[in-house]
């Protein structure tokens, strides 16, 4: 309620004054900017350069995420320990061991012809904001106070960092060697859901489960999480109390990796009512407040492009031009490897290459740590990249080798090429220098065209996979990189569409295998994704939304028949009862879908906990769905002579367990087992501090609970735990013929700042499924602003 109110204020204060802008001053501008706001926060900046573009985003986006700003820059340079302590202190020696150190102008000018001149012109942006925020240290968002500390000035160094970007395979890497010292390669490819190739998986003689059993990768991992506050580190007067932070300590579960993902597609006019074009995207990840989504519309000479990305970057990720619209989903590409190299007892600085000792490289860096002098460490490099570990005890050294610290490894940066792209062409050259993340990006644009390219820097491996450790020796390399735009792509499909969901697209005839992956994620949102559209015809915008809501679960469909052929005696019965007759949707007032929901999670527990060996389980946890769906569909597989019998005792137990769990979560009376509830599937969203402060303070950062749907295998998708961890925040539906008919989400809003009437404006639509317009057309955004603001040049 407050949030509507300080909006509605917000609104009767601009309509009160029209022709009045605020107007500020702005040392580094050359130009006036202007900047409209609409009533759904989302900022249009109209430029009359190039450069005041990129400083006006940088300005506004750091005056709506300051704070996140703040702990992003911090991960970026290796600094957090300076405000957490020496709990942090693996972190930073991880971020500054896997720094990018390669030349900063060849990096920058990747990105975009003029690149340096861009991301130089948003880091001067976001400094004159953190500038003007520090001469008034009072209106700093709360989350400074709570922790008394103030923002600090930015370089072009943040802005390329890789600290947040999906880099690549290198903890399953790690855990797949392990488990085949255990079990052996047969047994995990067993399984394991390996395709549409077979990936080799015999570690090479001289590897051993010794040399793999400790924290290898623990630097690699510290460097990679997110940031977590402790009571002690806020200011007493913010502090939680001790007992009640560890009450309200709660175990945080795990998501399936294979389960989280995004959707896109691109529709043919041929298949749309009004013969347009249409581009449909929404990309799923970690769900968090502020969102890990920006959204901004940027307007000069050469550019004029409008959706989301990344807050701390330059550019546009995902959106249109005045000339076509794209998307992206992870095409998954394997950039890391882990190498073993024996190390030589006589100079612990040394490693075996090629028969020969060559010298680690070294670096030293003094890393702040709060309450304490600076720690001095040193950093070790082969010509193969960082090393993570060195086993004192066996002389051994591990490194990993990092396709993303070439030049042009920074995620989603490449973007800054295709705003500008005017035809299929121009995009797909684009597409040739976006290097990290690997991705499925697609096309549609108002000549009628759809495209699709897989994207990122792919590892050419020409005598192993890049699935297991190997030794560093040199018998085992990269024989370079493979062509983007020699990746897999189609345009203009006879099918009239081109879907994918970060299931395997790899059409059967192509060949450069060696540089596509092995573990993709479930097929069931793009096997879903592909009926609707395959089916679809005279479409429309609805029909549109409805597919990226779609709350529908292929696997109920395959596996709740043969769950209703099985005999069961009382509450069961009741349970099975409320699946007859069911639409197989997992939506928030359905009573079967919690049904169903439970079960599901409990066959993947149950089937894991029975095929997995003990030896492989502290390696592989669990199984991925589509396998132990496989399983059960296809009984003799796995379940031996009496294999329907077998099949079928595992369904009912794991049944009779998923009705028992929910009696116990939600009580005796089946009225109560709707799915979307506080008590079940639902989203309340937990900001970073959160538990670190009093309730008062949580109860302003902290959204929700409401009611959700769907799971991690719909194409509405909401992750696998119960207070959705994932999913998709950030959503765009464009209509190529009309720029203003397109549409959006980015819960829980545009501002990082509690204070703002734009920090949750867009949560509760979101929840529930709703879009806002995101309108193009100058006009449409006069009539919808709800602030207007001239930046001016300080002379």
């Known amino acids: 309620m407050r949030n509507v109110l300080t909006l509605l204020f917000a609104l009767l204060l601009v309509a009160c004054q029209p022709n009045n802008p605020n107007s500020f001053k702005i040392e580094g501008l050359k130009e006036p900017v202007e900047i409209i706001r609409d009533e759904w926060g989302l900022n249009h900046i109209y430029a009359e350069n190039q450069h005041d573009l990129f400083f006006a985003q940088g300005y506004a986006a750091a005056k709506d995420r300051l704070f996140q700003f703040e702990i992003w820059r911090r991960q970026a340079t290796g600094t957090v320990a300076e405000i957490l302590g020496e709990r942090e202190l ?191 995207n929404d990309p799923h990840r970690t769900i968090a407040v502020p969102s890990l989504r920006y959204m901004a519309h940027l307007v000069a000479p050469g550019w004029n492009v409008i959706g989301g990305g990344e807050p701390e970057i330059p550019g546009i990720s995902i959106g249109h031009n005045e000339y076509g619209a794209w998307g992206l989903t992870v095409f998954r590409t394997d950039g890391e490897d882990l190498y073993v190299y024996d190390i030589n007892p006589e100079n612990p600085n040394q490693y075996r290459y090629n028969g020969e000792w060559r010298d680690m490289e070294t670096i030293t860096e003094s890393i702040p740590v709060k309450g304490q002098e600076a720690q001095t460490v040193t950093l070790h490099y082969t010509h193969h990249g960082p090393v993570a570990f060195i086993d004192e005890d066996l002389n051994k050294a591990y490194a990993v080798r990092c396709a993303w610290l070439e030049p042009g490894g920074s995620p989603y940066l490449a973007s800054l090429r295709m705003d500008q792209a005017k035809t299929w062409e121009e995009f797909r050259e684009a597409c040739n220098y976006s290097h990290i993340p690997g991705e499925n990006m697609i096309w549609a644009d108002k000549k009628g065209n759809i495209g699709w390219q897989a994207v990122g820097i792919a590892p050419l491996r020409r005598n192993f996979s890049g699935m297991i450790p190997v030794p560093g020796d040199g018998r085992y390399e990269w024989d370079s990189y493979l062509p983007i735009v020699e990746k897999p792509n189609d345009l203009n499909p006879t099918s009239g569409f081109i879907g994918t ?55 109920a469909r395959n596996l709740v028949p043969h769950l209703q052929k099985i005999s069961f005696e009382g509450k069961a019965v009741e349970a099975l009862a409320l699946l007859d007759g069911w639409n197989f949707k997992l939506n928030p007032d359905s009573k079967a879908a919690a049904i169903y929901n439970e079960w599901e999670k409990e066959l993947r527990s149950l089937a894991s906990e029975q095929i997995i060996p003990k030896e492989a389980k502290p390696y592989i946890s669990s199984l991925q769905l589509k396998k132990v769906e496989d399983w059960l569909l296809n009984p003799n597989i796995e379940f ?33 087992w709707q799915y979307g509830q506080a008590n079940y599937k639902h989203i309340y969203m937990e900001h970073a501090l959160s538990n670190a402060v009093d309730i008062g303070t949580s109860e302003m950062l902290d959204l929700g609970p409401l009611p959700r749907g769907g799971n991690a295998y719909t194409p509405g998708s909401t992750g696998g735990n119960l207070n959705q961890s994932s999913g998709a925040s950030f959503r765009m539906i464009i209509n190529t013929g009309d720029w203003d008919a397109a549409i959006g989400t980015n819960g829980p809003g545009q501002s990082g700042n509690p204070e703002s009437p734009f920090y949750s404006n867009l949560f509760e639509p979101w929840a529930k499924d709703q879009y806002f317009p995101v309108y193009y057309s100058k006009s449409k955004i006069e009539e919808h602003k709800a602030e207007k603001v001239v930046l001016e040049p300080k002379k």
């Not at 329907?644 to 009580?667: E, P, Y």
Request: proline share 4%; net charge negative.
């Open 90 to 280: 693996k972190r930073d020696i991880g971020t500054r061991l896997f720094k990018f150190r390669g030349d900063m102008t060849e990096e920058m000018n990747h990105y975009h012809d003029d690149g340096v001149e861009i991301i130089t012109a948003y880091t001067n942006g976001v400094n004159a904001y953190i500038e003007e925020a520090l001469k008034n240290p009072e209106s700093l968002p709360i989350e400074f106070k709570a922790l008394n500390i103030k923002p600090q000035k930015w370089t072009p160094e943040v802005v390329i960092s890789r600290h947040q970007g999906l880099l690549g395979n290198i903890g399953q890497e790690l855990t797949t060697g392990r488990a085949v010292a255990a079990v052996g390669a047969q047994k995990v490819k067993e399984l394991s859901w390996f395709h549409p190739k077979q990936p080799n998986l015999d570690l090479d003689e001289s590897i051993t489960a010794e040399m793999l059993s400790k924290d290898i990768l623990e630097l690699y991992n510290a460097y990679r999480k997110s940031v977590r506050f402790l009571p002690e580190d806020v200011k007493p007067e913010y502090r939680k109390s001790e007992g009640l932070a560890q009450l309200l300590k709660q175990p945080k579960v795990k998501e399936d990796s294979f389960a989280l993902g995004s959707n896109n597609w691109v529709v043919s006019g041929t298949k749309m009512a009004d013969g347009n074009t249409y581009m449909a």
């Open 501 to 555: 969901a970060n299931q395997n697209v790899t059409p059967a005839e192509y060949t450069e295998w060696d540089a596509i992956g092995f573990s993709w994620s479930d097929p069931y949102r793009g096997d879903r994704v592909n009926e609707v559209l395959d089916k679809g015809n005279s479409m429309n915008m609805e029909d549109m939304k409805a597919l990226q809501v779609d709350y529908l679960s292929i696997p």
């Open 640 to 672: 031996g002579n009496s294999a329907k019998l077998n099949r079928n005792t595992i369904m009912a137990s794991a049944f009779k367990s998923a009705v028992a769990n929910l009696t116990k979560k939600l009580g005796e009376d089946m009225n109560n």
